[in-house]
């Protein structure tokens, strides 16, 4: 799986906008970006993908770079419940090594009240 | 709606020990993961299964066994406990290699 390469932490206030990024120089023409927080004691989740274009959800949005070497996920409020560890993740399309799901470290992000 | 679900929440075993975690998912999926996680560290793959019937080693499989009962179950064996053991465990499901996964509560295990 080709590596990406976060910051170890980050600080915002809350009810502000977080930008959190993620280089992935490596990344394949077919390697979907993903994204997990894990909140504190429970197990990862879920937070967003995408491929070439920016996405959106209900949660967040993913911005991702045109040469694809980099993404930013995007909270445009955070609350405090936002306070978690972000990962982000490249994920390939085919077999063999592509059914690992590999986590680095992720982003401590804290929320100041 | 149970999702991924995982027994026990908490054990505690003694060195030499064995047990097994028991892990269950109710959204069809084909793929399932086993995951460890120990203090202040990201997660760290031990096995997974792309499909019912066949399982891989990830990064970390030396100490565990696993069986893929079916599409339904996948169990972690620890057949002698040792306390580098120690860790909260995960177990994952998703459909496809591209998709979603989801994560189950987790496993506190603490080896004594």
């Known amino acids: 799986d080709a590596k990406t390469t976060q910051p170890n932490s980050m600080e915002s206030n809350e009810e502000e906008p977080v930008h959190l990024p993620c280089n992935h120089s490596t990344i394949s023409g077919t390697d979907y970006i993903h994204w997990y927080r894990q909140l504190p004691s429970q197990g990862p989740e879920y937070v967003i993908h995408?491929?070439?274009s920016n996405v959106n959800n209900r949660m967040a949005s993913l911005a991702i770079a045109e040469d694809r070497k980099s993404s930013t996920l995007i909270l445009h409020r955070a609350t405090l419940r936002d306070a978690a560890v972000y990962y982000c993740i490249l994920r390939g399309r085919g077999s063999g090594s592509a059914r690992q799901l590999t986590f680095g470290s992720g982003t401590q992000l804290t929320v100041l009240p | 709606n149970a999702g991924v679900t995982q027994t026990p929440k908490f054990q505690v075993l003694k060195t030499g020990q064995s047990m097994t975690l028991q892990c269950a998912q109710d959204m069809n999926h084909n793929s399932m993961y086993w995951y460890r996680q120990d203090p202040g560290m990201g997660l760290r793959l031990i096995y997974y299964?792309?499909?019912?019937?066949?399982?891989d080693k990830g990064e970390v499989p030396n100490g565990y066994n696993v069986s893929r009962l079916n599409k339904r179950e996948f169990s972690l064996r620890l057949e002698s406990a040792a306390p580098s053991q120690t860790s909260v465990y995960f177990c994952?499901?998703?459909?496809?290699?591209?998709?979603?996964?989801?994560f189950g509560q987790g496993t506190r295990l603490t080896v004594v």
């Open positions: 299964s792309a499909s019912e019937g066949t399982t």
């Open positions: 994952a499901s998703r459909d496809r290699a591209y998709t979603e996964a989801f």
């Open positions: 995408g491929l070439t």
